[in-house]
């Protein structure tokens, strides 16, 4: 069993920084990979970022130089270090993570969102004005 907490959300003109942050419980050390989903209202949830156990990233293209995850294993805790907001970067923001991946998966197949999910956390709002 896993458990995420998000937190770290809020409101922040253009141009601004956010840090969310993913508090984990349960054996969350052994996932392949933990990654950040946002899901704005009346679109599809689409992967942000995503971490491998080994520590190879992977970005969607949109945020690619604004955004960097980060996990702290001593703490348990998984961020997303968010610079130069956007108001397209509105949404609701998601931790999750994923036990296993197959040969040729990585952390680019896991925010492509073709793969399910282990656990989720309940999420964390971002709201960017302009």
């Known amino acids: 069993q896993a458990q995420l907490v998000e937190s770290g959300g809020g409101s922040v003109q253009a141009g601004g920084s956010l840090r969310l942050s993913c508090l984990a419980s349960?054996?969350?050390?052994?996932?392949?990979?933990m990654a950040w989903f946002r899901q704005a209202p009346g679109k599809k949830r689409e992967g942000v970022a995503a971490?491998?156990?080994?520590?190879?990233?992977a970005y969607r293209d949109s945020v690619k130089g604004r955004f960097s995850i980060t996990k702290d294993d001593a703490k348990n805790t998984l961020y997303l270090q968010m610079n130069s907001l956007k108001p397209e970067d509105s949404a609701m923001y998601y931790c999750?993570?994923?036990?296993?991946?197959?040969?040729?998966?990585?952390?680019?197949?896991?925010?492509?969102?073709?793969?399910?999910?282990?656990?989720w956390g309940k999420g964390t709002l971002v709201t960017v004005s302009s």
């Open positions: 999750a993570g994923i036990w296993a991946l197959n040969d040729g998966e990585d952390a680019r197949t896991v925010i492509s969102g073709t793969l399910s999910m282990d656990y």
């Open positions: 349960g054996k969350v050390a052994d996932s392949a990979s």
């Open positions: 971490r491998d156990i080994d520590g190879i990233t």
